[in-house]
C-alpha cells in the first residue's frame, strides 16, 4: 500500500530530466543575448562612419585646383554679385560685364565692331567677361562704365581682386572689333573696331595684364563663349567653324 500523507518521490539523482529528443530551450531573460536574425547583417553602430575602401578616393585632375567642399566657406559660383547655380549659360548684354566662378558658361552675343574682354584667374577659376562697345569713356560722371574700354576692365579687375584673384596672376582674351560696314568721307566711325582694339590692348597692358589669345578684326560679328574652369573661350560666327580662343 501506498502511504496517503506522502508525495511522489523524484527520480534517482533529484532533478526532473526532459522527455528524449526535446532540445533545452535558452533562458529568456535580461542576461541571455539576442540572436540576430537569419541573413540580417549587423548595423554599425550610430555615429560610426564607414572607411572608404583603400585606393579608392577619388584624386583631383592634374593641373585642374580641387573645388571647395559644399558649406565649406570657399568661393561660390558667382554671377556678377549674386551666387550663381552651378553649370548654368549666363548671358552678358552690350555694355555688360557678369564674374562666374568654376562651373558655368559666360556668353555675348552680336561682337561686331565691340570687343568681348575674358579675364581669368587660373588659380581659383575666377573669371570675367566684358562686352564693351567704345574705347574711351568721356562721359560727364563716368556712369556706365562697362560701355568702355578703359573703365571696364579697370572696374573689371578691381572685382575680380575684391573676390580673390590676384592681379599678377590675371590673364586675358579678346575677340571682336571687326569693321562692320564702310563709311564714305573722313569720319573715323567706320574703324571703331580697330580704335576698339588698340584701346583694349593699350589698358591691358597699362594694367600689367597680358593677352594670351585674341582673334580680332575681320568683317563678320562673332558670339564669344568663356568657361572659367578650364579657361577656354570659344568663338562662333555665321558660316564659320568654331574657334577655340
Known amino acids: ?11 534517482i539523482g ?30 554599425p553602430a550610430v555615429g560610426t562612419a564607414a572607411r572608404p575602401a583603400v585606393g579608392t578616393a577619388a584624386r583631383p585632375a592634374v593641373g ?8 565649406a566657406g570657399g568661393p561660390r559660383p558667382m554671377v556678377g554679385g549674386t551666387s ?9 548684354g552690350i555694355a555688360d560685364m557678369k564674374i562666374l566662378q ?26 570675367a567677361l566684358i562686352h564693351i562697345m567704345l574705347p574711351i569713356n568721356m562721359e560727364a560722371g563716368r556712369k556706365n562704365t562697362m560701355k568702355y574700354a578703359d573703365t571696364g576692365i579697370k572696374e573689371t579687375i578691381n572685382l575680380l581682386i575684391g573676390r580673390g584673384a590676384r592681379k599678377d596672376r590675371l590673364v586675358a582674351k579678346i575677340a571682336g572689333g571687326a569693321k ?32 594670351i589669345s585674341e582673334n580680332v578684326g575681320g568683317s563678320v ?19 564659320q567653324p568654331v574657334i577655340t580662343l
Open 64 to 71: 585642374i585646383a580641387a573645388r571647395p567642399a559644399a558649406g
Open 1 to 11: 500500500m501506498i502511504n496517503s500523507g506522502q508525495g511522489q518521490r523524484p527520480p
Open 84 to 92: 550663381a547655380a552651378n553649370g548654368q549659360k549666363v548671358t552678358v
Open 14 to 43: 533529484g532533478t526532473q530530466r526532459p522527455p528524449l529528443g526535446t532540445a533545452a530551450r535558452p533562458a529568456t531573460g535580461a542576461g541571455a543575448a539576442a540572436r540576430p536574425a537569419v541573413g540580417t547583417a549587423a548595423r
Open 102 to 127: 568654376w562651373d558655368g558658361e559666360l556668353i555675348t552675343y552680336a561682337l561686331g565692331s565691340c570687343i568681348g574682354i575674358c579675364l581669368w584667374d587660373p588659380n581659383i577659376k575666377l573669371g
Open 221 to 239: 560679328a562673332r558670339t564669344l563663349s568663356f568657361y572659367p574652369a578650364t579657361g577656354i573661350g570659344e568663338i562662333r560666327a555665321y558660316g
Open 180 to 211: 562692320m560696314f564702310e563709311v564714305v568721307g573722313p569720319s573715323n566711325l567706320g574703324n571703331i573696331g580697330e580704335r576698339n582694339i588698340e584701346s583694349v590692348r593699350m589698358n591691358l597692358r597699362k594694367e600689367g595684364i597680358r593677352i
